[in-house]
C-alpha cells in the first residue's frame, strides 16, 4: 500500500508564510508528479500547483508569484511554500501523486491522496 502524509498546515494572519509538506511512503516505485489541490467550504476542490519528476511546475494563477512547488525526489517528498497568504488562500489542502507502486505479482500504477492539511488564514 501507498500513504501520503501531509504537515504544516496551520492558522496565519494575512501576508503570513506556510510551508506543506507530503511524504510517500509504503509500496513505491516511482512518482510520476505530485501536486496540490485545496478545497474551501462549500467549493469544489482545485489545483493549487502541480510538478513532475523531472522539476516541470505549473500553478493555479490565482497562486502564482507567492506559492512555490518543489520536491525532493530521492525523499518521495513534495514541499508547498506559500508567502503572502490571502483569507482567500483558507482551505483544506490536499496532496496528490501519480505513483507506480508494488501490487501483488505485478506493479500497477495509481492517483493516491493524502488526509488533507487545514491552512487558515485570518487576523
Known amino acids: 500500500q501507498v500513504q501520503l502524509v501531509e504537515s504544516g498546515g496551520g492558522l496565519v494572519p494575512p501576508g503570513g508564510s506556510l510551508r506543506l509538506s507530503c511524504v510517500a511512503s509504503?509500496?513505491?516505485?516511482?512518482?510520476?508528479?505530485m501536486g496540490w489541490f485545496r478545497q474551501a467550504p462549500g467549493k469544489q476542490r482545485e489545483l493549487v500547483a502541480h510538478i513532475t519528476s523531472a522539476g516541470s511546475t505549473k500553478y493555479a494563477d490565482s497562486v502564482k508569484g507567492r506559492f512555490t512547488i518543489s520536491s525532493d525526489n530521492a525523499k518521495n517528498t513534495v514541499y508547498l511554500q506559500m508567502n503572502s497568504l490571502k483569507p482567500e488562500d483558507t482551505a483544506v489542502y490536499y496532496c496528490?501523486?501519480?505513483?507506480?507502486?508494488?501490487?501483488?505479482?505485478?506493479?500497477?500504477?495509481?492517483?493516491?491522496w493524502g488526509q488533507g492539511t487545514q491552512v487558515t488564514v485570518s487576523s
Open positions: 496528490n501523486a501519480g505513483i507506480e507502486h508494488r501490487a501483488g505479482m505485478w506493479p500497477d500504477h495509481d492517483d493516491f
Open positions: 509504503g509500496s513505491v516505485i516511482s512518482i510520476d508528479a
